[in-house]
């Protein structure tokens, strides 16, 4: 292998494997190395066994996963020029995949775009981002103002950036948590944290430093419109409603009724806001309830007065070991939403674990259907939005399982 300026880490024929077949991470039991002078975050050449070189990624001896591989080709050189074409590679992606939808939408989304451990989120002119890498950590400075750059350059004007870095897992990066608006010259610092979207011609105020995650979840956005598609004349059940989406999009496309539920106030309070700002606040009922309960109540009542039912919950597991037990939750809502709907009825119903795999989801939507006494009749299998991109060999990025049934 020709010279080059970076330490070199050599993996075992496991880890060899694994990149080869086109996933990113190495683990610290896969690696041997660096012989050389290093420190975390810099960049290291991994090899093979005989010595061959496999990619180029950031070395972490903090994390369990020690290197995450950036790139795959001998000739780059990662200074300002690379990054800019990486950058304007994954927004000219959004450009063309999302169209109109471009000003709401993931603009990076970490290991599918080949920026191992970043997240940006657009909303309008606003840009919030997670960092959960130490390598991307360090190249913040350069990274932020070429998005804006590279944005402006394609007649998009950014506010601010707000980072939403406080996730647990940047603890086992060897990384503090924090949030606050990033202060690059000519961008805000000191706006309140809300600004307005719109998504299949529904508006939402979007939380951008007290919500969920980045503060709104742009990755159901085509499975809420496939849902609203079902929903004319119905009477609509949206558990775990979160901001509403699910429930606005229903109601918009003429649903007799919709009730959205969420166990949070703050959901409710969200929920209630975003139906006013569409002029929506007659034909939607928000409710606080925990759904289990809920779902029980109506089937001990025997009641059925909704004919189509939506689940979208939060993940039920966030790691392999309660996959188990994320199994039961998952297939228990399912259960008692088929037992509450009448022949006919529809469900819409999703997971987004990458650990609740389609193959796991599609055997307990079987099993609940059984429990249930009930027969599936599957209208559309979905996946999250393309801003959302699934990178074949890594698996880590197929998260979002939609399905839509009727229940027969």
């Not at 999703?350 to 650990?355: L, R």
Request: proline residues 5%; glycine residues 8%; positive net charge.
């Amino acid at each position: 292998m020709t010279q080059r300026p970076y330490p070199v880490l050599r993996v075992n024929a496991k880890g060899e494997r694994a990149l080869r077949s086109g996933h990113p991470w190495v683990y610290g039991a896969e690696a041997s190395g660096p012989g050389t002078p290093y420190e975390n975050g810099d960049l290291v050449d991994v090899v093979s066994p005989k010595g061959r070189w496999l990619g180029t990624g950031f070395l972490n001896d903090h994390s369990k996963i020690r290197v995450r591989i950036l790139s795959r080709n001998t000739n780059d050189r990662f200074d300002a020029g690379f990054w800019r074409r990486r950058v304007q590679y994954a927004l000219d992606y959004r450009k063309t995949v999302m169209g109109p939808d471009f000003s709401a939408c993931r603009l990076i989304f970490g290991e599918a775009d080949a920026f191992p451990g970043l997240t940006v989120d657009r909303f309008g002119d606003i840009l919030v981002t997670e960092v959960l890498s130490l390598g991307m950590e360090r190249r913040r400075e350069l990274l932020y103002p070429l998005l804006v750059d590279c944005l402006r350059a394609m007649g998009q004007e950014i506010r601010a950036i707000y980072e939403r870095s406080d996730a647990p897992l940047r603890e086992k990066e060897g990384l503090p948590r924090h949030r606050g608006f990033y202060p690059l010259p000519g961008l805000a610092t000191d706006l309140d944290g809300h600004v307005t979207i719109r998504e299949n011609g529904i508006a939402y105020d979007v939380d951008y430093i007290n919500g969920q995650k980045t503060g709104f979840f742009l990755d159901q956005k085509y499975n809420r419109r496939a849902a609203a598609a079902l929903a004319p004349g119905r009477r609509v059940l949206d558990c775990f409603t979160h901001t509403g989406a699910f429930a606005l999009n229903c109601a918009q496309a003429g649903a007799a009724s919709v009730t959205a539920v969420d166990v949070s106030q703050t959901a409710v309070e969200q929920t209630r806001r975003n139906a006013a700002l569409n002029g929506l606040e007659d034909k939607v009922i928000v409710q606080q309830a925990d759904v289990f309960q809920l779902l029980t109540q109506l089937g001990e009542g025997k009641q059925r007065p909704f004919d189509y039912i939506i689940l979208d919950p939060p993940a039920f597991t966030k790691s392999g070991t309660t996959v188990k037990n994320a199994f039961r939750g998952y297939k228990e809502i399912n259960r008692r939403a088929m037992q509450l709907l009448p022949r006919g009825g529809y469900l819409a119903t999703c997971s987004c674990s990458h650990f609740m795999t389609a193959a796991l989801f599609r055997q307990m939507l079987q099993e609940a259907a059984a429990d249930a006494a009930v027969q599936l009749r599957q209208i559309e299998e979905r996946r999250q939005a393309p801003d959302h991109p699934i990178l074949w060999g890594v698996p880590e990025t197929e998260y979002l399982k939609f399905w839509l049934f009727q229940v027969i």
